[in-house]
């Protein structure tokens, strides 16, 4: 028997989100039989001896108390006994997608290694593992480039580029398409389940519980994009080149001096609205693992070059799973942007329980009529929705004003 271990930081349970096995296989010792999440963290979960699977006390998506048997099986000897798996705390690389190899074909990660000592445990998540089983890969013989020597997809990539080079092939066969149907059926059910299943909830309760306002401003960014730009050209080389993030931030934080009731969170339980002092500007920020929302804390406190160091900082701790829970959690303001993909306008959702979040849509060049004639000016649309329970429309509407007046005059913001 064995049961889901202690998975640290005082966690009671977690959400089982992968099984590797199924009753009947046959597992050695430490190989990984399913994988588990906790606050955005996958513990894999190993066997402790070799035998055969006999019974699966969760199904993926179920959530599984510490200390609680999920798995059985026999040992070769017949014996059977109670087990406390040594977990491996990894980050989860939810793709299976093969993506674009990092270094040359030729480069000697590429190669396969000697067999690893006996006993030496091969670190990947589980979906690596799951790829290298279909693919009939052997883990034991990469070398790992990942955290503390761990497989990646990246590693993969590498070989199966190597043996293309070399007129070989890594898998000793393609699986035929499924039969397609008549057209009705789904070609796949996909559960909900780890922190796809954690956004889903989010937002529900977000959509949900807060009636959203939504108001759309055009702002000129001609001015604001010559000041980046000459900024940029002479910026130091120690320093993180600027993109429109930073000068957003600063107009906002002096837009919500002017209108603290703005900087806030509305525990609609108790009907309190919680107003801060310091502004705490989250960044959602979309990585392989699904939406983040890293937190520039203290934006008040940083100048342009700061903000856009910190922004760097915590979108790279983000999308490679290093970022802490407290960099994380705590943002009392979002702001939220798809770059080139941004489109014209969009809704966003608030960040519940905040009482705004502030939409970047992609930036234009458009005829503008000055008086005389028509000439090209860049200009990007602000997309930005509010509480409508305590931020009334005319509120949002003088905020935005406020940031955009900033934003098309940027020496405004040094002042």
């Known amino acids: 028997m064995i049961k889901l ?145 761990s497989i990646s997809h990246e590693d993969l990539d590498r070989y199966l580029l190597s043996q293309q080079a070399k007129g070989g092939s890594a898998a000793a066969s393609t699986p035929a398409a499924p039969y397609a149907g008549t057209g009705n059926e789904p070609t796949k059910d996909v559960k909900i389940v780890g922190l796809r299943r954690m956004i889903a909830e989010k937002m529900s309760v977000a959509n949900a519980r807060i009636p959203h306002i939504t108001y759309v401003e055009e702002i000129d960014v001609t001015e604001l994009e010559g000041l980046r730009q000459s900024l940029n050209a002479q910026k130091e080389e120690h320093q993180t080149k600027l993109t429109l993030l930073p000068f957003l931030m600063k107009s906002m934080v002096t837009a919500l001096a002017e209108q603290p009731g703005i900087n806030a969170h509305f525990d609609d339980d108790k009907g309190i609205v919680h107003q801060f002092e310091h502004v705490h500007m989250g960044i959602a920020a979309q990585t392989d693992n699904g939406l983040m929302v890293p937190v520039v804390k203290n934006a008040q406190n940083h100048g342009l070059w700061s903000s856009a160091k910190e922004i760097a900082r915590l979108a790279q701790a983000a999308k490679d799973g290093s970022a802490k829970r407290e960099e994380l959690t705590g943002s009392t303001i979002t702001i939220t942007s798809l770059g080139a993909l941004g489109g014209v306008v969009n809704t966003p959702v608030i960040n519940h329980p905040e009482l705004a979040i502030v939409g970047v849509n992609k930036m234009m060049t458009m005829p503008k009529w000055d008086g005389e004639k028509f000439v090209p000016r860049k200009i990007m649309n602000l997309s930005s929705s509010f509480d409508h329970r305590v931020v009334d429309g005319y509120d949002a509407a003088v905020f935005i004003q406020r940031v955009k007046s900033l934003l098309e005059k940027p020496l405004m913001i040094f002042s």
Request: glycine share 10%; hydrophobic share 40%; net charge negative.
């Open 5 to 149: 271990p202690d998975v640290g930081e005082g966690v009671a349970e977690a959400e089982l989100v992968e099984w590797n096995v199924k009753i009947g296989d046959m597992v050695a010792e430490d190989e990984v039989l399913g994988a588990v999440m906790t606050d955005k963290a996958t513990v894999e979960i190993p066997s402790p001896v070799q035998g055969e699977i006999t019974w699966l006390g969760a199904e993926v998506g179920d959530t599984v108390s510490v200390g609680s048997e999920i798995v059985k099986l026999a040992t070769l000897d017949g014996e059977s006994g109670s087990h406390d798996a040594d977990i491996q705390v990894i980050e989860k690389d939810e793709t299976h997608e093969a993506k674009p190899a990092a270094t040359p074909i030729a480069d000697s990660k590429a190669e396969v290694l000697p067999p690893r000592a006996s006993g030496e445990k091969v670190l990947a998540a589980p979906a690596v593992r799951n790829r290298a089983k279909f693919l009939n890969l052997d883990l034991s013989q990469f070398n790992g480039t990942g955290p503390e020597g």
